[in-house]
Structure formats: structure tokens, C-alpha cells
């Protein structure tokens, strides 16, 4: 099993940037396909970004592409989302998601951290 917790998030300006971090627990977090998800208030919770076990796949929802970069670090058990040039539509809570399988993250996971809220303003 796997635990996550995110971080990062908060309040900033439209065309700002925000990092979010997600900490996993356990000593097999390089054995998990990762993605991060947002729901915005009123609406389903969508898939945002996935990343491979290695880091060395990556795909994104059309609306983030060259926007946000999801990216890990295996020796630290932590994945991240960089997001830049936000606009006020990227309002959401986010979540980070573990699964063990790759292929399947941006529609299922197993596990989920409890979400971290990010606001744009305009």
C-alpha cells in the first residue's frame, strides 16, 4: 500500500505559478504509475497528468499541455506538478493518485492523497 499527502497549494494571480508536491509512504513508491486529478466545485473530478514508474512517460489533459509538467523523484518518494501560466479555469482542489498500472491511471487508481486546493484569480 501506499500513502500520499500533497502540498502546495494556494491562492495566486492569473498567469502565476504554483508547485504542488505529493509525499508518499512505503518503500515501493517507484513501483506505482502516478497522476495528479482536480475536481472544481460543481463538476467531476478529472484526470490532469500522468507519469510512468520511471518517470520516463508523461501525457496531460489537452487544456494543461505546455502549461503544467508532472515530473517524481523515486529517491525521495515524492511526484510533482509545476503549473504555469494558471488561469482562473485551473481552479480545483488537486489530487495526487497512485495505481500500479500505467496504462489504466487516467481513468482508475487504488490510491489517493486528500487533496490540496488551488485558486486562480483573474
Known amino acids: 500500500q501506499v500513502q500520499l499527502v500533497e502540498s502546495g497549494g494556494g491562492l495566486v494571480q492569473a498567469g502565476g505559478s504554483l508547485r504542488l508536491s505529493c509525499a508518499a509512504s512505503g518503500r515501493t513508491f517507484s513501483r506505482y504509475a502516478m497522476g495528479w486529478f482536480r475536481q472544481a466545485p460543481g463538476k467531476e473530478r478529472e484526470f490532469v497528468a500522468a507519469i510512468s514508474w520511471s518517470g520516463g512517460i508523461t501525457y496531460y489533459k489537452d487544456s494543461v499541455k505546455g502549461r503544467f509538467n508532472i515530473s517524481r523523484d523515486n529517491a525521495k518518494n515524492t511526484l510533482y506538478l509545476q503549473m504555469n501560466s494558471l488561469k482562473p479555469e485551473d481552479t480545483a482542489v488537486y489530487y495526487c493518485?497512485?495505481?500500479?498500472?500505467?496504462?489504466?491511471?487516467?481513468?482508475?487508481?487504488?490510491?489517493w492523497g486528500q487533496g490540496t486546493q488551488v485558486t486562480v484569480s483573474s
Open positions: 493518485a497512485a495505481d500500479s498500472l500505467f496504462g489504466t491511471i487516467s481513468t482508475r487508481a487504488n490510491y
